[in-house]
């Protein structure tokens, strides 16, 4: 990663840093929520009749696992998660994975894409991802991995306002 | 506004450009939202227990109406609204803004936004908030304008999350 000074001389670097360091207090957002609750906890619906807690988080590890291939970094860590996310599959919360599990892969997934990250070229953030084609890209390049990125953390923040039910007590 | 030629050949803009449409587009995301259902619909908690919509509305006006200080272009627009989301303050529903009133709000402050985001040059993105000092942004220059826009976008898609609760069949 850059230093400071490197970012301070380098406007693009400073764009892209600053939206990748939201991306990465999401992740810790995250991380620290299913940190915060005893266990079993994570197992209730987030609010009657909703998702439960460490669904939630299963969504979230494969919805940013896809990443990988989006980004043109390699292919998704855990498709084995996919069954329980994709729709029309038949799973049960028997075989669902327990929350270390969860939580270790959410740890892993990240590590991997900071180091997918850190190596992208600036430049490289501003390309096409793989599901938009060439034409479509140069029509509107704003559909580049760098507006995915973001569309990625907003989505994890979607999450987070409704895991936030699990405190009883959240105003706001 | 830049045209696409110009946005490809500026990275820098390129890059802000991506994260002021992010913000654009849950912009309009809670704008639709607000249009979807019979009024009455925004008057329901969104989950037991938890804000109305219509409060979250009001709520997304007043923080995202910080931004014209905290950004540095001005005055709150509706500082009027502060009372209903302040902590310790004493207010009822009903002289609570109405649906309409807020709606036409949520609009000017959007369209009032856009003018400063619009004339704001690209390194002022990257310049310091008002609620920073110049010594702690030299420290950590990941305090910049464009943080606290992402932040925001962040924000908005968080009440997102917990307003999807108000269509019953909601899935993920």
């Known amino acids: 990663?850059?230093?400071?000074?490197?970012l301070q001389a380098n406007p693009t670097a400073m764009s892209i840093n600053t939206a990748v360091h939201a991306?990465?207090?999401?992740?810790?957002?995250?991380?620290?929520?299913?940190d915060k609750y005893d266990?079993?906890?994570?197992?209730?619906?987030?609010?009657?009749?909703?998702?439960?807690?460490?669904?939630?988080?299963?969504?979230?590890?494969?919805?940013?696992?896809?990443?990988?291939?989006?980004?043109?970094f390699g292919d998704k860590l855990f498709?084995?998660?996919?069954?329980?996310f994709a729709p029309n599959t038949e799973w049960s919360y028997d075989d669902y994975p327990t929350l270390p599990e969860l939580k270790q892969k959410w740890e892993k997934l990240n590590s991997t894409l900071s180091v997918h990250f850190d190596k992208l070229p600036l430049n490289?953030?501003?390309?096409?991802?793989?599901?938009?084609?060439?034409e479509d890209f140069s029509v509107d390049p704003l559909r580049n991995k760098l507006a995915?990125?973001?569309g990625r953390t907003i989505h994890m923040g979607y999450h987070l306002g409704q895991l936030a039910f699990l405190n009883e007590k959240v105003a706001i």
């Not at 990663?1 to 490197?6: F, I, V």
């Not at 266990?39 to 988080?57: F, S, T």
């Not at 490289?124 to 938009?132: E, P, Y």
């Open 124 to 134: 490289g953030w501003l390309g096409k991802h793989t599901r938009v084609s060439e």
């Open 148 to 150: 995915v990125l973001i």
């Open 1 to 6: 990663m850059e230093t400071t000074k490197d």
């Open 39 to 72: 266990a079993e906890v994570y197992e209730h619906e987030v609010a009657p009749g909703r998702n439960r807690a460490d669904y939630l988080l299963g969504h979230l590890i494969a919805s940013n696992d896809g990443l990988l291939p989006l980004l043109g």
């Open 79 to 84: 498709p084995e998660l996919d069954k329980y």
């Open 23 to 34: 991306w990465q207090q999401q992740n810790k957002t995250i991380a620290t929520l299913f």
